[in-house]
């Protein structure tokens, strides 16, 4: 085990700890995610969705952070995702429920079963806006996510070289983007495997739980994108 291992694991183990221990710590978290809910997924896609991408770099190339990784970048780019997807996951689960209820003729069964306790009505209706926000919205954000890596990666992953170059999206989607892996590997088999059934056990979850929920999700993702690399 190297030395940045140890610190990581001490760092990660610290934090689970002060959680758990320290009832206001708990408190003042829950109370902030529910005052302040997209300001708090910012930080928490931030933080764990770089760490994420770390750990994956530690597991192909066996070091957290290297040249041109672009730590500052990818801090903002996962905190501007983060507030994109809980802004989408807001959507999805108000709109899955309506079109549930009146195109399906539910007469608010599902708004019933979605907001009571854990049942299989709440897990039909976890699972629906699951499929729905995989299926329709996941897409776009996947390619959104991959033409700002390429970005990062060729403009130094230097904020400064990431606001002063043109993201140029036409070019990266036609000419950097390997749809081989994109579509046959991140669309077709982790939306479908992965995504469906992790957000299915997101949205059955407390909602202030859901955002850190879905953002240690991008942590998992990292590590089985970076084995299959």
Not at 133 to 141: D, G, K
Request: with cysteine.
């Amino acid at each position: 085990m190297k030395k940045a291992d140890l610190i990581t694991i001490l760092i990660v183990v610290a934090v689970v700890c002060g959680f758990a221990f320290i009832p206001s710590a708990w408190d003042w978290f829950l109370t902030t995610t529910t005052n302040h809910g997209l300001l708090m997924s910012f930080f928490k896609f931030a933080i764990l969705g770089t760490f994420g991408e770390m750990l994956a770099l530690r597991i192909r190339e066996g070091i957290y952070i290297k040249k041109g990784f672009g730590l500052l970048p990818k801090l903002l780019i996962w905190g501007v995702l983060g507030v994109v997807i809980a802004s989408a996951m807001t959507i999805f689960k108000t709109g899955t429920v309506k079109l549930l209820d009146g195109g399906f003729h539910l007469n608010g069964k599902a708004a019933e079963w979605f907001g009571g306790d854990l049942s299989w009505g709440k897990a039909f209706v976890a699972l629906c806006v699951s499929v729905l926000m995989n299926t329709l919205f996941a897409p776009v954000f996947m390619t959104f996510h991959k033409i700002t890596d390429i970005h990062v990666a060729e403009t130094g992953g230097t904020l400064k070289g990431f606001f002063s170059h043109p993201l140029n999206i036409r070019e990266k989607m036609s000419k950097k983007i390997n749809w081989d892996i994109q579509y046959g590997f991140v669309f077709a088999k982790t939306i479908p495997l992965f995504w469906y059934p992790m957000h299915t056990i997101t949205f059955l979850l407390p909602g202030t739980l859901q955002v850190l929920f879905a953002a240690f999700l991008g942590v998992a993702l990292g590590v089985i994108l970076s084995i299959k690399k």
